[in-house]
């Protein structure tokens, strides 16, 4: 009679295991399959991230999401960073300044990155090395991993080219990295709109 008990315990215990195998399983294929339609169907999520969320991130943001509205490309575009301090900031007013003579409009609170925004993002570009170090630190997968790199490699690939931050500086600066930032995100539309 033990031995009968031990031995319909080992089977609900094997049911189970096969059933959570199943479900991981499941689980990967919708994963993968979702991955693929967003590709055919112009979908990507991107996040961009530096320092503080009040200059370059917000940037970013801004020039992506109109630019994405004006290319019927899907998918969400936020920008995130590492300092508390900014929290629930708006841009800096410079940003909004520059943002505006180009006809951008930039808005948004600053917030702080998330270990979430991972499984949340299919593109996840930073701003600087500290930023990317910052964020990889965070990174505790492959699958994770490979979603983060530098912005201007998108430009000038696999140099690790850093934005400037023009937070200490003045507004030409800010304009500089306007146009450095609008070419970048030309290049992320591009890529969206490829099925490859």
């Given at each position: 009679m033990q031995m009968l008990k031990k031995s319909r315990k080992g089977l609900s215990?094997?049911?189970?295991?096969?059933?959570?195998?199943?479900?991981?399983?499941?689980?990967?294929?919708?994963?993968?399959?979702?991955?693929i339609?967003?590709?055919?169907?112009?979908i990507?999520?991107?996040?961009?991230?530096?320092?503080?969320?009040?200059c370059r991130s917000p940037l970013a943001e801004t020039i992506l999401k109109k630019k994405f509205k004006e290319n019927n490309i899907k998918g969400e575009v936020d920008s995130a960073g590492f300092e508390s301090f900014n929290i629930n900031e708006p841009p800096?007013?410079?940003v909004i300044e520059i943002a505006s003579k180009?006809?951008?409009s930039a808005e948004g609170k600053a917030r702080i990155f998330l270990k979430e925004d991972f499984g949340k993002?299919?593109?996840?570009?930073?701003?600087?090395?500290?930023?990317?170090?910052?964020?990889?630190?965070?990174?505790?997968t492959e699958d994770a991993k490979v979603k983060v790199d530098?912005?201007?490699?998108?430009?000038d690939d696999r140099k690790n080219k850093t934005v400037p931050d023009p937070y200490n500086s003045g507004i030409e600066d800010c304009e500089a990295v306007f146009k450095l930032l609008d070419?970048?995100?030309?290049?992320?539309?591009a890529l969206a709109k490829s099925p490859d």
């Open positions: 215990y094997g049911i189970f295991f096969n059933m959570y195998q199943i479900t991981q399983a499941i689980s990967g294929i919708f994963c993968n399959l979702e991955q339609i967003n590709k055919y169907i112009n990507m999520n991107v996040l961009f991230v530096d320092l503080g969320n009040v800096d007013k410079r180009y006809g951008f993002f299919d593109k996840i570009f930073v701003m600087d090395t500290k930023n990317y170090r910052d964020v990889m630190a965070l990174a505790k530098y912005l201007l490699n998108v430009l070419k970048a995100t030309d290049k992320i539309v």
